[in-house]
């Protein structure tokens, strides 16, 4: 199993920037999928997840309102689009999955670390 992220760059204060997220190797229906991210000298804080059967994301408070976080299961992809970024918004996010069998992660877990068991390598935003 593999997650890819792409889409991060280099973005001005104000500006947009649209994550994906492709899960591969994987062939049962995917659960919940996260967004995390980790700035230097930082510990990885979780930013958005979603449970791929239904229901809204469930957002960090920094980024209520300016993140979105989507997925399409046929495609079993995650995305994240982010408006309004801020310089405090840089980081490496990566993607995270979790699919093990039978476990259920709690809707109060969604944006830890470890509630999920697969993660991809990151993609680098940066906000000036």
């Known amino acids: 199993v593999q997650l890819v992220e792409s889409g991060g760059g280099s973005v001005q204060a104000g500006g947009s920037l649209g994550l994906t997220c492709v899960v591969s190797g994987y062939l049962y229906a995917l659960y919940c999928m996260g967004w995390f991210r980790q700035g230097p000298g930082n510990q990885r804080e979780g930013v958005a997840g979603?449970?791929?059967?239904?229901?809204?994301?469930h957002y960090a408070d920094a980024v209520k309102g300016r993140f979105t976080i989507s997925h399409d299961n046929a495609e079993k992809t995650a995305y994240l689009q982010m408006n309004t970024l801020k310089p405090e918004d840089s980081g490496m996010y990566y993607c995270?999955?979790?699919?093990?069998?039978?476990?259920?992660?709690?809707?109060?877990?969604?944006?830890?670390?470890?509630?999920?068991?697969?993660w991809g390598r990151g993609t680098q935003v940066t906000v000036s």
């Open positions: 979603i449970y791929t059967g239904g229901g809204d994301g």
């Open positions: 995270a999955a979790e699919l093990r069998p039978d476990y259920v992660l709690q809707v109060r877990n969604i944006l830890r670390t470890n509630g999920y068991n697969r």
